[in-house]
């Protein structure tokens, strides 16, 4: 593995979601906005690490493409839930949406 910019940007990546992660994780009090925050911040680490496999073409670089576009996905859906936990308004059609992102993302991954 050399040290190149397409290794360097996806490593400092990964660090920092995680670094991020466990800084909210750690903090208290754990209210809506913080653990959806949470939850965005999981869906990061996840897709930073499979785009940081796919650039490399370490092991199965469908799975990991598969992965890098559903936690895409499901990143979308967490900001959108930390960003009706900010505004503190609710929309009804959230539930909708959801599940069906929820069934588009299964989808993704049986296919």
Known sequence: MHLTLQTVIPAVAVISYILLLLIVVMSKPQNAMRSRFRLYLLAMVIWSIAAYIVLQD?????????????????????????TQAVIIKKIKFGWIMHQVNLK????????
Do not use: Q
């Open 104 to 111: 588009h993302f299964l989808h993704l991954e049986l296919a």
């Open 58 to 82: 370490l092991g199965n670089t469908i799975f990991w493409f598969r992965l890098m576009t559903s936690s895409a996905l499901a990143s979308m859906i967490a900001l959108f839930y930390f």
